[in-house]
């Protein structure tokens, strides 16, 4: 991600003095009816997030652990193939698809939501651009545990573009569990609460869609928030970590089912890697 990161001194759970953003910049949204969220507390939580632009899979991942690889054994070196993919959010802006398809892109995950508010006004060229030139794709919804439910912000997800379809071209929604941007590390909840939040989610996300929700997510995140909770193995893990291994995973998976493995690199925004050849890939979008 080429963007510079604004700081304030915020202190997580664990000690660590992280960077988190306070600059105001544009914000594109809108509350739904059918979303079941109210529209004073949308309008409110509009007010509070001041850059979900700048809310992307990995942005507060790169912020608390950095971009280093581990200093730790190879625990999980892949294995079998790896299928190459990528994702992207509003800072790419208008992406060259096909570029990225000839240069070995074979999937993609395209930011869609956050919170209740906020949707990537890129959205649609990103998702339907990827589809067109035979890459599969999906959406993910960076989660605001502290705004509103679980359920409710997996209904404005899946209403605004965070649906499957059984096409064998659509990947299952994935869920962006990370530090918070705007405030304490674990968004004010303990380890229980954050797990029933997450289990609101996810089973929002089944309910609605018939698939189990990806889940983005760090092993430090999830260790410090959840407990390193090991009750979600249905849903697949998506993990960032920038270095040759993916290092130790959360105690939910044995494995990882796509791994970030850089910030940048010969595809537009993060690189990324489906653990499994391409017909793996296909099956699993279907």
Known sequence: ????????????????????????????????????????????????????????????????????????????????????????????GAVNWTAAHNNGARFAYVKATEGTTYQNPEFAQQYNGSFKVGMIRGAYHFCLPDRSSGATQANFFVSHGGGWSNDGKTLPPAADLEYN???ATCYGKSASAMVAWIHDFANTIKSRTGRDAVFYTSTSWWSLCTGNNGGFSANPLWIPRYGSSVGALPASWSFQTIWQNADSGIFPGDQNKFNGALDRLQAFAR
């Not at 509070?48 to 999980?76: C, N």
Request: aromatic fraction near 6%.
């Open 181 to 183: 941007p705007y405030g």
């Open 1 to 92: 991600m080429n963007f510079k990161f604004r700081s304030t001194n915020v202190v997580s759970r664990s000690g660590w003095v992280t960077a988190a953003a306070v600059l105001s910049a544009g914000l594109f949204g809108c509350s739904d009816p059918a979303s079941g969220t109210d529209s004073a507390e949308s309008n409110d939580e509009a007010a509070l997030m001041t850059h979900p632009e700048d809310d992307v899979a990995g942005s507060q991942i790169r912020l608390h652990e950095g971009t280093e690889a581990p200093l730790e054994a190879d625990l999980l070196s892949a294995a079998v193939t790896q299928t190459p993919g990528m994702d992207v959010s509003s800072h790419q």
